[in-house]
């Protein structure tokens, strides 16, 4: 035991007196490099005093964590889903006068779409604002303390392993304010464009204490190692068409491509690092004051030269498998009430599995499962209100289905559109 403590005391000297531990708090830093670097600052020292004090080289699995979260963070944060932009007034012309009548008594889903289209010659136009303050990341908590990860050597004095303990305290939110635009070509062909404009804020920590398998933590001083930072602008720009390539009574059938352009700074998490086209498949029917609809999509993604930059940590965006359905009921010819489910699978994104390390059951940490594909799933409840004339006001929430990848707890949305 004597060797322990000696150990013990050694490590803590030579990580106290290690530089840049808290000397890079809040130093700006593009946000997609946020987290690897605060994982660097805190890890690095204490890679080399463990080196110095013990002459054996420590596992880390910190900055494989760190590095796959920011991956998380590019590709939900710039790419969450987006308010359909189809107008919730639908139209046909009255053959007999020519007048417009309304082609559904719905106002259609908030975050799906369906067949209908607006109707030739009318033009929808709306904002919408949307928060969104992830909260947890495969089921643990970002706040608090929850993930851990360990920097040291098991079995290093007999069956007792000495560690470092980092433990992560991270606030994510992103604001977004979007002005969208839909116009009907003709009868059966719309053409629309999205434009964001987000605020992404950070604020990470990392709390640092020396343990062993023994005793665990209990007793070490901890030592807090900060990074904080935000940024603005416009995010990625999403033009969009729908062509209803069968028509039945309250939709049918249309197919939808949707162009992101990368117009957004993917350094910042502001927007993903490259272009995506999605090419989906809608299906959508009226069966009195019911409507369903479901949706069917694949997503190609390219890539910016950030990507190819050595100096960057920003990577490509996946490609994706996308899918919606639900249905949308129309309480009164005012007011919609829409339920949907929204999935997205990352294809081959890789996964973190929260289990033991070689420290033992008791000092659990992520591992990081490359190639797998990261499935999404949240809900989404929302109510489409007519007050006068042809003007819409929608509140919706979204809330996670899933463990899987970074959640929000409750996101919510309100916006405003009128059709001419």
């Not at 490590?11 to 490099?33: D, I, K």
């Not at 086209?277 to 479901?294: D, E, N, Q, T, Y």
């Not at 499962?369 to 209100?385: H, P």
């Amino acid at each position: 035991m004597l060797r322990l403590s000696v150990i013990f005391v050694l490590a803590v000297s030579a990580f106290v007196m290690a530089p840049a531990t808290s000397s890079a708090q809040n130093q700006p830093v593009r946000l997609s490099e946020l987290l690897p670097e605060l994982y660097f600052d805190v890890i690095f020292p204490q890679y080399v005093a463990f080196i110095d004090v013990t002459n054996v080289e420590p596992q880390v699995k910190g900055l494989v964590t760190a590095s796959h979260l920011t991956e998380l963070l590019s590709d939900q944060l710039s790419s969450f889903p987006l308010v359909s932009a189809s107008g919730g007034f639908t139209w046909s012309v009255d053959t007999a006068s020519g007048a417009f009548t309304r082609a559904s008594d719905s106002f259609g889903p908030v975050f799906a779409e369906r067949a209908l289209t607006i109707g030739r010659r009318r033009l929808n136009v709306g904002t919408n604002y949307q928060h969104v303050t992830f909260d947890h990341l495969d089921g643990r908590r970002l706040a608090g303390g929850d993930i851990v990860s360990y920097t040291g050597a098991p079995n290093l004095v007999g069956t007792i392993g000495i560690f470092f303990a980092d433990a992560l305290d991270l606030k994510v939110t992103t604001d977004t304010v979007s002005g969208f635009a839909t116009y009907g070509v003709t009868d059966r062909f719309d053409i629309g464009v999205a434009v964001p404009i987000n605020r992404v804020a950070m604020k990470a920590s990392l709390t640092s204490r020396i343990g062993n398998t023994r005793d665990g933590v209990a007793g070490s001083p901890p030592t807090v190692t900060s990074r904080s930072g935000a940024a603005s602008g416009i995010g990625d720009v999403v033009v969009r068409t729908k062509f209803n390539i069968l028509k039945s009574n309250g939709g049918g059938v249309a197919e939808a491509v949707d162009v992101r352009l990368p117009t957004g700074d993917e350094r910042n998490l502001l927007g993903v690092a490259g272009p995506q086209v999605k090419l989906a498949l809608i299906a959508s029917s009226m069966v009195g004051r019911l409507s369903p609809h479901l949706n069917l999509g694949y997503t190609i993604s390219g890539t910016s030269s950030s990507v190819d930059d050595p100096d960057s940590t920003v990577i490509a965006p996946p490609e994706e498998i996308n899918y919606a359905g639900g249905a949308d009921v129309a309480l009164s010819l005012r007011t919609t009430v829409a339920v949907d489910v929204v999935g997205r699978t990352l294809r081959r994104v890789g996964t973190l599995t929260h289990g033991p390390t070689v420290f033992g059951p008791d000092f659990p940490e992520f591992q990081f499962n490359s190639g797998t594909n990261q499935n999404l799933l949240v809900g989404s409840v929302g109510l489409k209100v007519n007050p006068f004339a042809n003007m819409l006001v929608t509140a919706n929430v979204l809330f996670p289905l899933s463990k899987r990848g970074l959640t929000d707890n409750l996101t919510w949305m309100a916006g405003i559109d009128y059709s001419f």
